[in-house]
């Protein structure tokens, strides 16, 4: 089974990398502490459920990079390290063979360190693994093409986050609110809208030129 790992649209395989495992891509999220009250005579504990809130997604990807010889090792890692680096979250998508991608908005809190590096005839390797952090891991995933005008009308209590796909990124919030993403490229392209956020505060009214890629996910 082949799986297809990409950072801001650039594969894993074009900085010599493989995936060997991963945590954290498909596991349920870690509930945060909710309020609690014990009373001395009373078994357990009374807890407040009523708006259960989730801490961040953490993914751990292990990975091996290949390169020809030692330059073109440290070409790589700088080149892989450079997208995590940028301003804002990145886009990570994974997907399996021709099936729907899982797209994440993540950042990466320290630098990739190589655990492990040796080298067979010319070509050098080395193990890491990358640690990645989705801060708003509740998300609604769209589609949109390439060449096409999309428009979303939402309801949003509290702020949500539009990630359009194409690195730009819009703050909606407001009754009945109407946005609108220009994409560019060709038709043949796809972009993956991710809206993060309070998602039960949140109510989808129309969309044009968008399809739904994934409902709600946890």
């Known amino acids: 089974m082949s799986v297809i790992y990409s950072i801001n649209g650039v594969l894993f395989s074009q900085f010599g990398v493989i995936v060997s495992g991963s945590d954290g891509i498909l596991d349920g999220l870690e509930l945060k502490d909710p ?6 005579d009373a078994h357990g504990e009374v807890v407040d459920l009523t708006r259960p ?24 890692v700088n080149a892989m390290e450079a997208q995590f680096l940028k301003s804002e979250t990145q886009r990570l998508s994974i997907s399996v063979l021709s099936a729907k991608p899982m797209v994440y908005e993540i950042y990466m809190r320290s630098g990739i360190s190589i655990k492990k590096k040796w080298r067979q005839g010319k070509k050098m ?22 060449a096409t005008t999309a428009t979303i009308t939402i309801t949003a209590v509290t702020p949500v986050k539009l990630h359009w796909g194409d690195g730009s990124v819009t703050i909606a919030q407001g009754t009945n609110q109407t946005y609108t993403h220009n994409y560019g490229g060709s038709s043949g392209v796809l972009y993956y809208l991710i809206i993060a956020g309070e998602l039960e505060r949140f109510t989808e009214h129309s969309k044009t030129n968008l399809t739904v890629l994934w409902p709600r996910l946890y």
């Open 53 to 76: 809130r989730y801490k961040p997604r953490q993914i751990k990807l292990d990975c091996c990079l290949v390169a020809t010889d030692e330059v073109d090792f440290v070409s790589k």
């Open 35 to 40: 309020f609690t009250v014990e009373w001395p």
């Open 125 to 146: 390797f080395g193990q890491f693994t990358l640690e990645l952090t989705e801060p708003q891991p509740i998300k609604y995933t769209l589609v949109g093409a390439g």
